[in-house]
């Protein structure tokens, strides 16, 4: 069974068809923004945290090249047989991301 473009535009191995210096200011931006935690964070997913960046002064990516950023900078996914992941990410973070980017608007 062979995956449909919908299949591989979520899958995270996307992430290394972005342009270095696409990978490069991904990466950096969640080092920045997001901090990791020791638990999962079920009220995000890898697709609003995802659209977090693009608002924030990213550019556009597909779901999968976000989660396979988070895994590239050591986050943990809950559960990598769902659509849109949940990491262990801070919550704290991501609120002081959004309101860093308000500020700015």
Sequence with gaps: ???TGEELHNH???????????QKHLTSWIETNLKPTKTFNDRRTS???KHLFEDTGGFYIGNGAF????IKCGFKAKDESALNWVF????????QTRIRAN???
């Design 47 to 49: 697709y609003g945290l």
């Design 1 to 3: 069974m062979s995956e």
């Design 67 to 70: 989660k396979g950023a988070m």
């Design 12 to 22: 995270p191995d996307t992430f290394d068809y972005l342009t270095p210096g696409e």
């Design 103 to 105: 500020r700015l608007k």
């Design 88 to 95: 262990n990410v801070s919550e704290r973070s991501v609120n």
